[in-house]
């Protein structure tokens, strides 16, 4: 299983792989190179093009402020990927599921006073993992 961690944050990117791995999931991280919604679609696009073999994308819904999240949701059902969103906020959980996610993680339910909660994000991953199809990747 291969996934693709699209987010901002360094912890957020950092707690995903950890969790990922301690399940067997290879994963590999894509940070934006800019702030632009519209470049950072093309720059995925194009970055797709030479690295196919994703399973699933975990997908930051606020890379920025101006973020365009649901143009980049539109183009992860053009190439047919199925995505997990990872946000702050409950209603776009809701809205992001409504467009095709297989399921959301509130980042806001996964802080507690010492970091992260890492068990629940283990638990949240490998729920939507067991979604998927299995694969010879």
Not at 26 to 50: H, N
Not at 105 to 115: E, P, R, V, W
């Amino acid at each position: 299983m291969k996934v693709l961690i699209i987010d901002d944050s360094p912890w957020a990117v950092q707690a995903a792989q950890e969790a990922l791995a301690k399940i067997g999931a290879e994963s590999v991280s894509f940070r934006p190179k800019i702030d632009d919604s519209g470049t950072f679609v093309a720059q995925f696009t194009e970055y797709l093009k030479r690295n196919n073999s994703f399973d699933l994308v975990l997908l930051d819904y606020n890379l920025w402020d101006d973020f365009d999240g649901l143009r980049f949701v539109e183009t992860l059902k053009n190439i047919e990927i199925p995505f997990v969103a990872f946000c702050h906020c409950r209603e776009h959980n809701e809205s992001l599921e409504e467009l095709g996610a297989i399921g959301s993680i509130d980042k806001n339910d996964l802080c507690t006073s010492d970091g992260i909660d890492e068990e629940q994000l283990l638990c949240k991953l490998k729920e939507y993992l067991s979604l998927l199809p299995i694969t010879s990747n």
